[in-house]
Nanobody, 121 residues
Framework: QVQLAESGGGLVQPGGPLRLSCAAS????????MGWYRQAPGKQRELVAT???????KYADSVKGRFTIARDNAQNTVTLQMNSLKPEDTAVYYC???????????????WGQGTQVTVSS
């Protein structure tokens, strides 16, 4: 069993910062890409940022220059530092990890339960 535990969501004023964290636990062989996705009401889930095992990040155009993704491979964690938040960043944020199990043919996507981020004055 693999679990992704998210923390750090909440209510923040426009322009403020917020930091999300996600920790992977359970039994697995290795973790590949980790990342964050978000889903606003009435919209599809979209990529926010991902990071490879060796630390190469990728960002959605809407968050470039404001959000920073990082990971700690020793702790199996990924964080998302969000600065200069805007009301349009309001969404449920989901942690994602691509995990390889020993003897499995292909890696598998795992998701956290989601954490609400609300940007409002």
């Amino acid at each position: 069993q693999v679990q992704l535990a998210e923390s750090g969501g909440g209510l923040v004023q426009p322009g403020g910062p917020l930091r999300l964290s996600c920790a992977a636990s359970g039994s697995f062989f290795s973790i590949g890409d980790m990342g964050w996705y978000r889903q606003a009401p009435g919209k599809q889930r979209e990529l926010v940022a991902t990071i490879t095992f060796d630390g190469r990040p990728k960002y959605a155009d809407s968050v470039k220059g404001r959000f920073t993704i990082a990971r700690d491979n020793a702790q199996n964690t990924v964080t998302l530092q969000m600065n200069s938040l805007k009301p349009e960043d309001t969404a449920v944020y989901y942690c994602n990890a691509v995990i390889k199990h020993r003897f499995a043919i292909a890696p598998r996507d795992y998701w956290g339960q989601g954490t609400q981020v609300t940007v409002s004055s």
